[in-house]
């Protein structure tokens, strides 16, 4: 549990990273940055050319001034009394509502007074000036039409220097305090002429301001100018269709909700019987339709009469009649979700269908809140489990985090036409990925440099290499493991060292350790420290080894050889000082240990320590009393059953007290295999136990019948003392409470 628990606050530390990155998000959301606010209206513009606003008559006509109409028509502007002949038309046909995104802010370029006045200048006729003066003012032509039709004009709005103020037709009424920080407040107004403005039954502002990127994705429903508030275009022809003098702006403190520096903002626009949800700013979210010819008639077909009265009525009988232009060079383009350049009376068209329609798009006050949470949330859990996950499972859980909150946007456009930006989340959730994955990866680079930096010394590039690809495989607390153990000393190396100086015995060691330590780590050993000419190594820590007692065997079989090629380039040599035949002694045993970094708080070792590790030294100190070069324990030898082997002696090593049966090891499985082998080493073991159950004459015969191998395996001197010993018995009898086990003296 205490394991567990240090486990994991390692792994709560390595999410700190991650929780920085959530809370620079966070802050990073409430200060906004430009680019990054624009991904979210980017994204919902997909949504709509994705599943645009299907369309649907909802009583709301276009009549557009494009260029065809131009063309046949003549330039822009037109006669008033074609405006008033076009008004007249509509009226006619049953038109509710006659919306112009038009501003007749100048009198009529071809009034007869104004074409009087510069006859006069030109000297021109006096009857002509007489007769022109008599006709009736265009202006006041069409004022007249005005009034006997259901017509909203339109007037822009601008900042700078107060200007007149606009006289709405109606009062706005309110449900809460007026707004208090509208973002559509202005100074002055360009507005009709007054006589117009007079005739007209609604006045609406035209003005449009555009997302930061040009496009117009809101349309704007409440102004102020100078204090005073005023509807846009469409909530006057909404207003007069419905033949009512009510419009009502509910605002947030309507219901005790005031912002924390006493911010009221307006939270809905109710005209007659349409409820308007808006954003604090007085804007809707306008739900584009795609291309629909069947909306827009050109305004030519209606001046020509190319149209017949049972076709006018049926266009337009009871509709919202909308008349703008498409004509590029009127400059009344904007920017939409669905196109580059669409008519600027088409956003007014649009919003008053959706609201007829009740297909509002909204973004409610608690959506960024949702969003910050869901921010937090799956950052925070992201976080957390991603040092436990690592990085592609991490990467998985955030692509399933990640599409979540896609979805959920999608759906929640979809099926509720609410809109939810996924922005901030998923830039948070691929910020702590990003930053988990690299931190996970500085931390695992320090690691492998611990690992190399630790375990250089000790063990094989490859299993160096194995360890640092994967740490979890190593466990450096301190554990018991089933281990082989080696013990390997140069025999006589004290008389050696009074031969030789003390740089050439360094340079003498540097030639015998280095062949020495390639064998064993060709074997999968780990090294664990040279004590003088001595080698301490072992098999199955830090990484388990399947062959542990194998390659120890082979390893120890390979030294042992690799040291008489030694001695032979050696002696043909004279640049490195070696004095002779070098004899070495090997111990092996296999045992439980226990293995991990030992030592004080100022120095820690990789080591093992236990009774198998003391028992090899023992064995390792045996061999030159037995004149053997590699022994080992009695659990070594079970494990290598196919390696050749004979027992020398039950022995009870210094501080133990458990005797050990020691066994010589001669060769691999491919000794075994030869011819009489197997005969001599049954023959050789009987031979010890005939010796420990006082049976001589049988010890005898044994040791008469295995001498010529025993000299050729390299046994002569353990079958000498042997012999000697069955002879001292044979003469002096030890008594019937003898074990035979031989009591070692020396360490």
């Given amino acids: 549990m205490r394991e567990f628990w240090i486990k994991f606050r390692r792994k709560l530390g390595m999410a700190v990273p991650g929780l920085v990155v959530i809370v620079v998000v966070i802050a990073l959301n409430f200060v906004g940055v430009k680019q990054l606010d624009q991904l979210g209206p980017l994204l919902f513009d997909t949504y709509q ?62 009034s007869a007074a104004r074409l009087a006045e510069r006859a006069r200048k030109e000297n021109a006729d006096p009857k002509v000036i007489a007769a022109l003066e008599q006709l009736p003012d265009t202006d006041a032509v069409l004022a007249e039409t005005f009034r006997q039709s259901p017509v909203v004009l339109g007037f822009f709005l601008g900042r700078g220097a107060k200007g007149p103020n606009v006289e709405p ?16 407040i202005f100074q002055n107004a360009t507005q009709p002429l007054p006589a117009l403005r007079e005739a007209a039954s609604g006045l609406g502002s035209v003005s449009r301001i555009g997302d930061t990127d040009g496009i117009v994705r809101q349309a704007p429903l409440i102004f102020v100018q100078n204090g005073e508030f005023l509807t846009s275009l469409s909530v006057e022809a909404l207003r007069v269709a419905q033949q009512t003098d009510s419009v009502v702006v509910k605002t947030s403190d309507a219901s005790g909700e005031i912002g924390s520096n006493g911010q009221v903002d307006p939270v809905s626009v109710k005209v007659g019987d349409f409820v308007i949800p808006t954003n604090v700013r007085g804007e809707m979210w306008i739900y584009y339709t795609a291309d629909a010819p069947q909306r827009t008639v050109p305004a030519w077909k209606i001046l020509t009469g190319a149209l017949p009265p049972a076709e006018m009525e049926r266009l337009f009988g009871g509709q ?31 919003a008053t269908e959706q609201i007829i329609a009740g297909k509002a798009l909204t973004r ?21 489990l991603l040092p436990w996950l690592g990085a592609t499972r991490g990467a998985v859980l955030g692509l399933v985090m990640v599409g979540g909150m896609a979805a959920a946007s999608w759906l929640s456009f979809r099926q509720n036409l609410i809109l939810l930006d996924p922005t901030y989340p998923i830039l948070g959730l691929i910020g702590v990925w990003v930053v988990g994955t690299v931190a996970t990866y500085y931390r695992e680079e320090r690691q492998r440099a611990y690992i190399h930096h630790a375990f250089d010394r000790y063990l094989s590039p490859e299993l160096v290499k194995r360890i640092a690809d994967d740490p979890s495989r190593l466990e450096l607390g301190g554990e018991t493991r089933e281990m082989t153990v080696m013990f390997c000393d140069i025999r006589s190396f004290s ?33 664990d420290k040279f004590i003088g000419d001595a080698i301490l190594a072992f098999w199955n820590a830090p990484l388990d080894d399947e062959d542990q007692y194998a390659n120890a065997a082979r390893g120890a079989l390979e030294m042992a050889e690799r040291l008489k090629s030694l001695n032979a380039e050696m002696a043909a ?19 439980p240990c226990c293995v991990g970094n030992m030592g004080s708080a100022q120095r820690l070792s990789y080591s093992l320590i236990g009774d198998t590790v003391n028992l090899a030294s023992r064995i390792e100190g045996l061999t030159k009393y037995y004149g053997v070069t590699i022994a080992i324990g009695d659990d070594l030898q079970k494990h290598i059953p196919n390696f050749a082997t004979v027992p020398l002696d039950l022995v009870r090593v210094v501080g133990r007290d458990t005797p050990e049966l020691i066994y010589a090891l001669l060769g691999d499985e491919t000794m075994m295999l030869e011819p009489g082998f197997q005969g001599f080493a049954e023959n050789y073991a009987a031979m010890g136990v005939a010796y420990r159950a006082q049976n001589w004459d049988r010890a005898d015969a044994l040791l008469a019948e ?26 002096t009898p030890p008594g019937t409470d003898w074990d035979g086990v031989f009591g070692a003296t020396e360490k």
């Fill in 495 to 527: 008389r050696i060292s009074e031969k030789l100086g003390a740089q050439e015995v360094i340079r003498f060691l540097i030639a015998f350790l280095t062949p020495m330590t390639d064998v064993l780590l060709k074997r999968k050993a780990t090294i």
């Fill in 169 to 184: 037709k109606v009062g706005l009424a309110f449900g809460g305090s007026p707004p208090n920080d509208l973002n559509y």
């Fill in 573 to 591: 040599q004279s640049e490195v000082p070696w004095p002779g035949d070098v004899a070495i002694g090997i111990g092996l045993n296999a045992g």
């Fill in 364 to 384: 409610p006050d608690w959506a960024p809140g949702a969003e910050r949470f869901a921010l937090a949330l799956f950052g925070v859990l992201m976080a957390l």
């Fill in 320 to 350: 919202i009649v909308y008349i703008g232009t498409s004509a590029p060079g009127l400059y009344d383009l904007v920017s939409t979700p669905f196109r580059d350049r669409e008519a600027g009376v088409m956003v007014h068209a649009q």
């Fill in 49 to 110: 050319r994705a599943a645009p606003r299907p369309y649907q008559d909802a009583g709301v006509r276009v009549v557009d001034i494009d260029e065809q109409s131009i063309e046949k028509l003549g330039q822009w502007p037109w006669p008033r009394t074609d405006i008033a002949e076009l008004t007249k038309r509509l009226t006619d046909a049953g038109a509710a509502v006659i919306a112009y995104d038009v501003v007749f802010s100048e009198p009529d370029r071809t």
């Fill in 706 to 731: 295995t001498a010529g191998m025993a000299g050729t395996h390299g046994l002569a001197k353990h079958h000498a003392l042997m012999a000697s010993r069955v002879a001292a018995c044979r003469e």
